[in-house]
């Protein structure tokens, strides 16, 4: 039986958390542009060139708007783009962000006819991540946010804390996997995620703005009433890293900085929270 979840509390008694996801990832085949190659086995050169944007351009521009707004960040890893460039995990980990497993490669997905790789791609995203940082990821995304049946499972064997691969809620929640906690952020940057511009359907960049402004507002009244909620703002460093929508989301950043309550974190400090608050 379902019943009516109570309130969730944030620390210092916030009415609503405010948490910022970049994914920096790496591709095989072709990135969102042109994904359709990946499943044929060919590359699509000018869509794996849009990716390399991100590591050239988009990463450093994401830092330099978090470094003006001193805002710290959640970066999505592929494991593969953690391999390429050392230097970036390293100096966003030098820099308070947190980076978080990923997948392997983002345009090969999990599949449950291939359980054991999943393991493997984990295994080799966590491995590239801590060589390049010197610290474990504790969350994980599936690309795509498409898991297995046995990704939680995974998750709870090599040690992570927290899964954003679940779009059942509002608010986080602890999950029991095997007798153990998994704390489950769900999937809620669907307005707020730099796709609505840059692929089907496409918008102009000002519709990212709006989808916060919008979402936020709502979810900050709900916080006044007494029932917090967070809001989760997602650029890819190679789409949302470029100048049309580095601007707006610096707006949007501005915008949540003016109100008073609200509580900026990443997406650790929210799984640890969760765990200290409701783990019991």
Request: hydrophobic share 35%; proline share 6%; net charge negative.
């Amino acid at each position: 039986m379902i019943t009516r979840r109570a309130p969730i509390e944030w620390p210092g008694g916030a009415r609503i958390c405010v948490c910022t996801t970049i994914a920096f990832e790496g591709f095989v085949y072709a990135s969102q542009y042109g994904q359709r190659e990946a499943a044929s086995g060919r590359p699509n050169h000018f869509s794996l060139s849009y990716a390399d944007y991100g590591p050239k351009v988009g990463i450093w521009r994401i830092f330099d708007i978090l470094e003006r707004q001193g805002l710290k960040a959640t970066f999505d890893v592929g494991g593969l783009a953690a391999e390429r460039y050392p230097e970036i995990l390293k100096e966003m980990h030098e820099r308070g962000h947190e980076p978080a497993g990923h997948g392997y490669a983002n345009d090969v997905y999990p599949s449950d006819q291939d359980i054991e790789g999943e393991l493997r791609d984990m295994r080799a995203t966590i491995k590239a991540i801590e060589a390049a940082t010197g610290a474990r990821p504790v969350g994980w995304v599936s690309p795509g946010s498409q898991g297995t049946a046995k990704t939680f499972e995974y998750m709870i064997q090599e040690g992570f804390l927290w899964n954003g691969d679940d779009a059942s809620d509002d608010n986080p929640f602890i999950k029991r996997v095997n007798g153990k906690p998994l704390v489950i952020l769900p999937r809620i940057n669907f307005p707020t995620n730099d796709l609505i511009v840059w692929v089907r359907p496409q918008n102009p960049p000002s519709a990212y703005y709006e989808g916060f402004k919008e979402t936020f507002d709502f979810l900050y009244e709900e916080g006044k009433r007494g029932s917090p909620k967070w809001i989760d703002l997602l650029l890819h460093s190679h789409m949302g890293g470029r100048p049309a929508l580095a601007g707006v989301y610096e707006r949007a950043l501005e915008y949540a900085k003016q109100r008073e309550g609200v509580w900026f974190a990443r997406r650790r400090d929210i799984a640890e929270w969760i765990l200290k608050r409701y783990g019991d």
